[in-house]
């Protein structure tokens, strides 16, 4: 049994070994051979994603401490860790892509796609970066001055002029007159090439425009013209009113006269009940409402202790009241 066991199997066995030799020597060799190169780079491809994983975690550590050593916060913190994740994706990605595939047309074809790309997206980075470098070299404003942007409805002091953005400190908003309210706000500097910029503060290096004709007016560049608006009745004394409309602005602006030489004056015009009073004065750009405050409350308190002026109020006549003895009802 043993013998034909043997006899049977000699043949298989020798037709086996042939075909094996065969294949190894032939087509099944240039196999063996390409899915063990596809195993190791495999394997590379494995190890290297591990050692990037490892230094991931590490660094990541690492600038953490960083961050808060230097007194940054959890925001800081998650920003920029999430920028340095990014960033190693981005570059395992490209070392994948170059491990496995061969990068001559392909690399082409990225290449020319991320060129577009970058055209398209880095615009605005671009143009921002060319107004960062407009204002900090021509100075149409600085840091410290309150400028308005009308198209967007905003007024700021300005607190930064970085290379991408502008960083305001909003006034107004929150509050209804013009005060610094300690919400930031942070402008694109591209915007600036499309959009009217007012400054309320503007400073010249050298000479003042050709408009301004005093060194006076020169030196007032820092202030600006506001008005405080008094509405007094038609049997009010003018001369009465005036003075007190005056000496309340002599009296608060004191400083800003002597700055710029320029006094308070009165302009007026009548309405339906009375006599508008236009107290005009300069003022501080950056501390209108204290100023306008100040002044208003002057003027109230002086027409209380008067007999000879009176605030105006709108008042409705109504005949029928009158016929009755009661004459008219306050609106």
Not at 306 to 319: E, G, L, Q, R, T
Request: proline share 4%; aromatic share 10%.
């Amino acid at each position: 049994m043993r013998s034909r066991v043997t006899l049977a199997l000699t043949p298989a066995t020798v037709i086996l070994t042939a075909a094996i030799y065969y294949l190894l020597k032939g087509p099944l060799r240039g196999s063996l051979v390409a899915l063990a190169s596809e195993v190791v780079t495999a394997l590379e491809i494995a190890v290297g994603l591990a050692s990037a994983f490892v230094f991931y975690k590490l660094s990541s550590k690492g600038i953490r401490a960083a961050i808060l050593k230097a007194r940054g916060t959890e925001g800081d913190v998650k920003m920029l860790l999430g920028l340095w994740r990014t960033f190693i994706i981005f570059m395992i990605i490209l070392i994948v892509i170059g491990s496995v595939f061969e990068l001559g047309v392909i690399g082409g074809v990225i290449a020319a796609f991320g060129g577009m790309f970058l055209g398209w997206s880095l615009q605005s980075p671009v143009s921002g970066f060319a107004a960062w470098l407009i204002v900090t070299l021509k100075r149409p404003f600085r840091v410290g001055d309150r400028v308005q942007l009308p198209s967007y409805g905003l007024v700021g002091d300005v607190l930064d002029v970085g290379p991408m953005y502008t960083i305001l400190n909003q006034v107004g908003g929150a509050v209804g007159s013009e005060e610094a309210v300690g919400r930031h706000i942070l402008i694109p500097n591209a915007m600036l090439f499309g959009n009217l910029v007012i400054n309320y503060t503007p400073r010249w290096e050298k000479e003042p425009p050709k408009a301004l004709h005093s060194q006076k007016e020169s030196e007032a560049l820092g202030y600006i013209l506001d008005e405080v608006v008094a509405r007094i009745t038609f049997d009010s004394d003018w001369q009465t009113a005036e003075n007190i409309l005056l000496n309340a602005a002599r009296e608060v602006t004191a400083d800003i006269i002597e700055a710029t030489g320029q006094e308070p004056y009165i302009r007026s015009d009548m309405y339906d009940y009375g006599v508008y009073m236009r107290l005009r004065y300069m003022t501080l750009a950056t501390d209108r409402p204290r100023i306008t405050h100040e002044i208003t409350k002057k003027i109230f308190n002086e027409f209380s202790k008067s007999d000879k002026v009176d605030f105006a109020i709108p008042f409705v006549y109504s005949y029928k009241k009158a016929a009755s003895g009661v004459g008219s009802v306050n609106a």
